[in-house]
């Protein structure tokens, strides 16, 4: 086992060890000790390595992750996996806003609750929440899902493409644009096997599909108010 303890080591050379594995690496897994919500933890990271973040981290962490599979346990701040191209990235505890942001692949966990905007401006990533989520989530979600087994918040999927949301608790209110739609057989699956791959128990059949009614995606006036 490799470990770092922060409180001996900057994390600029942290980061800075970890981006620079060589592909063909023996050194597989990886500690991240003693922290102090350290902001722009564990970002970057090109190689197939396991991270593991030991406690409460800050803004931003395992950003633009790529293969790499970063594991938070502890809470996080804004922005974590912010831009992830792929990999998996699991938070034990609870994040803060925008988790996920403008990521466009890969596997976001969050075993808490997320903060408002969680999945702003998603791009492919699919993202996972056991708990609630706050307001604005998924606004702008371009493609990828959105799965929150607790409650949504206000003005779920606001003006968005073709992300696809799932939600089993309660929606406080939609977006504009969003609408329900049929869970079919087919979206039960689907649904299914990516609670499965997220660790996530739950009934895929219990869960509501939300998703795109795509009346902006070309401007007309008389839904001009919406816009």
């Not at 994390?11 to 902001?39: C, F, I, M, Y």
């Not at 087919?186 to 609670?195: A, C, F, Q």
Request: charged share 20%; net charge neutral; aromatic share 6%.
């Amino acid at each position: 086992m490799n470990a770092f303890d922060l409180t001996k080591t900057p994390l600029r050379d942290v980061n800075q060890k970890l981006q620079s594995l060589p592909a063909d690496t023996n050194e597989k897994v990886w500690h991240l000790n003693n922290l102090h919500g350290e902001h722009a933890c564990a970002v970057g990271l090109t190689q197939p390595i396991e991270v593991h973040i030991n406690g409460h981290i800050g803004y931003y962490a395992a950003g633009m992750n790529q293969k790499a599979t970063v594991v938070i346990h502890g809470q996080c701040g804004v922005g974590v996996a912010e831009n992830m191209m792929s990999g998996e990235v699991r938070v034990k505890g609870t994040a803060s806003s925008a988790a996920g942001a403008t990521a466009q692949g890969g596997l976001l966990v969050i075993e808490g609750d997320a903060g408002t905007r969680c999945g702003i401006s998603m791009k492919g990533v699919d993202i996972v929440v056991k708990g609630s989520v706050g307001a604005m989530s998924a606004f702008m979600a371009q493609s990828g899902a959105l799965v929150v087994c607790g409650d949504a918040g206000a003005s779920l999927g606001d003006s968005i493409y073709e992300a696809r949301l799932y939600v089993q608790g309660k929606v406080e209110s939609l977006g504009s644009d969003c609408i329900e739609k049929k869970m079919t057989p087919h979206h039960v699956e689907k649904l299914g096997r990516l609670l499965k791959k997220a660790g996530i128990d739950a009934d895929p059949s219990k869960f509501k599909r939300y998703g795109s009614k795509r009346s902006l995606y070309n401007f007309h006036v008389d839904n001009v108010d919406a816009y």
